[in-house]
């Protein structure tokens, strides 16, 4: 069966400093891949997505980046972080083609002190 | 901006009793999906409807869909203490790559 692992699960980093968030899928290849932020009490806004190794396509400007070295692994990064990068961040997979659902990890709690 | 509103934003009800969550969005789309979401944690996919249907059923769960209004609405029969969580409808428009775009969410509540 497949998995989707996401670590860590609470970060707490100071303003400035770097991240990285880290995704890893198991028992499927050649997912579709995706990072989320979600604000308290709000929907998913989709921030990246990635239908291959090295593609990645960005869906709102910001101060966050991701990559996508391997086929099941997708990471989130900023080499400056500000306090409005707070928030909770979530990974997920999807199959090929558009009838497809989305399975999530369980999510990274960002504080920006 | 968000392509799904649902309504209601929050809802309290006893065990036993059905809950029924709407959602209303703006383009033409390809499919529309339920997720179940525990507070803290990732979302867990629980239905999806693609646009020439009418409606679904998964266990307790009936979706339905009406695409000329654009809306869709999700109940949950017998309700347990357990169903209380946030649920959020999201669509899959018929563009070429499938992104979902979500909407604000319901929160659910029930008491035993």
């Known amino acids: 069966s497949q998995t989707i692992h996401q670590w860590p699960a609470t970060l707490v980093q100071p303003v400035g400093s770097p991240l990285s968030l880290e995704c890893t899928v198991e028992g499927t290849s050649n997912p579709n891949l995706y990072w989320y932020r979600q604000a308290a009490g709000r929907g998913l806004q989709l921030l990246f997505y990635s239908v291959g190794i090295g593609q990645i396509s960005s869906e709102v400007p910001q101060n966050l980046s991701a990559s996508r070295p391997q086929d099941r692994q997708f990471i989130l990064s900023s080499k400056k972080l500000l306090l409005s990068d707070s928030g909770f961040y979530l990974c997920?997979?999807?199959?090929?083609?558009?009838?497809?659902?989305?399975?999530f990890g369980d999510g990274t709690r960002l504080s920006i002190l | 901006s968000q392509q799904g509103e649902e309504d209601p934003q929050a809802l309290s009800i006893q065990e036993g009793e059905n809950a029924t969550m709407n959602c209303s969005y703006k383009t033409s789309i390809n499919n529309l999906q339920w997720y179940r979401q525990n507070s803290g944690r990732g979302l867990v996919h629980l239905i999806l409807?693609?646009?020439?249907?009418r409606e679904k059923h998964s266990g307790r769960l009936r979706v339905t869909l009406d695409t000329s209004k654009k809306s869709s609405s999700l109940l949950i029969t017998a309700s347990r203490a357990a169903d209380t969580a946030s649920y959020f409808c999201?669509?899959?428009?018929?563009?070429?790559?499938?992104?979902?775009?979500f909407g604000t969410g319901t929160r659910l509540l029930v008491s035993p």
């Open positions: 409807i693609r646009s020439n249907e």
């Open positions: 997920a997979w999807g199959g090929q083609g558009k009838t497809q659902p989305q399975h």
């Open positions: 999201a669509t899959a428009l018929n563009t070429g790559f499938q992104k979902l775009v």
